[in-house]
Structures are given as C-alpha cells and as structure tokens.
C-alpha cells in the first residue's frame, strides 16, 4: 500500500469541517525517490494543468467589468469576457521532496495539506494533514492535484518494474 485517504466525509457546521488526512507509507517514499521529480517539474505540471483544475473545480473566472465586451450595437451580441480569479503557481501550489508533495496549498484562508509525523501516521510513514479546508471546492482540488501525482508516481513506477 502506497497511500490511504481518511476522513473524507464532511463535518458540517465546523470550520475546516471538510479536511482529511492522506496517511503516506513507507513505500510511498520509494516511489517518490524512484521517480526523481524535480520541483521544477512539479512547477512545469502545475503550470500546464492548473488553469485546467482550477475551471473545474469551480475556481474559474469572474466578471470583469472593465473588460466587459459590450458592444453599442444592440443586434450584435456580446458576451461578457471575464478573468481568472485564480492562477497556477501563484494561488496552487505543490512543494516537493522526499514523500512528494510535502505541501499543496489551494485557494482560500490558508487552505491546504501539510506533511507532518502526527499521531496516527504509518509506521515509517507521514501524514498529509488538512489546514483550513472549508468546502467541497478546495477539498476537490486538492484531491485532484495529489491524485494526479499519485497517478503519476505509480504509473512509472509499474513502468520501471517491468
């Protein structure tokens, strides 16, 4: 076993009251090292896919009423341009090293997971703990990010057995 994800069911009525932990084991570690990611190359993956995951985890654009397109003329429709709210490598972002993503940190109140050696960590492993996740959209978020690593890491690592 790689990695276990614990505590995904929300608490409602809490502040924070959609945080869960993602227990990393020891083996966890050898994928990670096997692999060789730089954080460069985590910084690469988040610049091309950020934009993509934040969309659709609901932190696209806004109205933007300075950049509004409005045109004059009434029989030509116009639709509203809008803006990020939100940009890769600036609002998410991953911190890479040993157990991979030591920090991933997604919009919001300083909203993230964090790794830490708390109680109930695996032998020999670590803990992705939660701070300040607060609703569906950051929890999705920080799913998707550490799910596509995850996906990533083990991928090459079936590659590299065979």
């Known amino acids: 076993m790689y990695y276990d994800i614990v505590g995904l069911c929300p608490r409602l009525g809490q502040i924070g ?15 990670v090292a096997n692999r060789e990611l730089t954080q460069e190359q985590v910084d690469t993956v988040i610049d091309n896919q950020g934009r993509t995951w934040l969309d659709a985890c609901g932190y696209g654009s806004i109205f933007d009423p300075d950049n509004c397109g409005i045109h004059k003329n009434p029989k030509k429709p116009a639709g509203p341009d809008a803006r990020p709210l939100y940009n890769p490598g600036q609002d998410l ?3 890479w090293g040993d157990w991979g993503p030591e920090h991933i940190t997604v919009p919001g109140n300083a909203c993230g997971l964090d790794l830490s050696n708390v109680a109930g960590a695996p032998r020999d492993g670590r803990v992705l703990s939660p701070h300040n996740i607060d609703n569906t959209n950051q929890k999705l978020l920080l799913l998707v ?10 991928l090459h690592w079936d590659a590299y057995r065979t």
């Open 17 to 31: 009251g959609h945080g869960f932990r993602i227990k990393l084991y020891r083996e966890w570690k050898v994928l």
């Open 93 to 95: 972002r991953v911190t």
């Open 145 to 154: 990010v550490f799910s596509w690593f995850a996906n990533d890491l083990v």
